[in-house]
């Protein structure tokens, strides 16, 4: 079961890290200056870990159901982290902002599932 999902838990793992450790770090640098750039990489990391899921499990994901069900993980992983800045960490906070970014880069990845799996099909045949 982790083999089969090793590039998924690589992505928690990042995102782990990245939620948990201490801004300080991830300093704004001078040269990108961009109004809520945070947003931004919330919605592209969790829209890189559900892509990873639905790689991972493409030919599981039987039918739409099983693909949302899938998304579960990456939403409940995103309240989950803002959970854990809230009370793990002195120098970070929960954001329902970031929450929404995350579920927004989750949904966009369900989205773009939907679009692209029937193309795919096409050029199997």
């Excluded at 928690?12 to 640098?29: D, G, H, R, V």
């Amino acid at each position: 079961m982790i083999r089969k999902n090793i590039f998924s838990i690589l992505v928690a793992l990042l995102l782990l890290y990245l939620s948990l450790a201490n801004p300080e770090k991830f300093a704004e640098s001078e040269l990108i200056r961009i109004p809520n750039i945070d947003k931004i990489i919330h919605f592209g990391m969790y829209f890189l870990m559900m892509s990873v899921i639905i790689i991972e499990h493409r030919k599981s994901i039987k039918n739409p159901v099983n693909l949302l069900l899938l998304a579960l993980i990456p939403l409940s992983y995103g309240v989950l982290l803002e959970i854990l800045q809230l009370t793990l960490t002195s120098n970070r906070s929960a954001d329902f902002y970031d929450a929404l970014f995350d579920a927004a880069g989750t949904m966009t990845s369900v989205l773009l599932w939907f679009l692209i799996k029937p193309a795919v099909k096409k050029q199997v045949r």
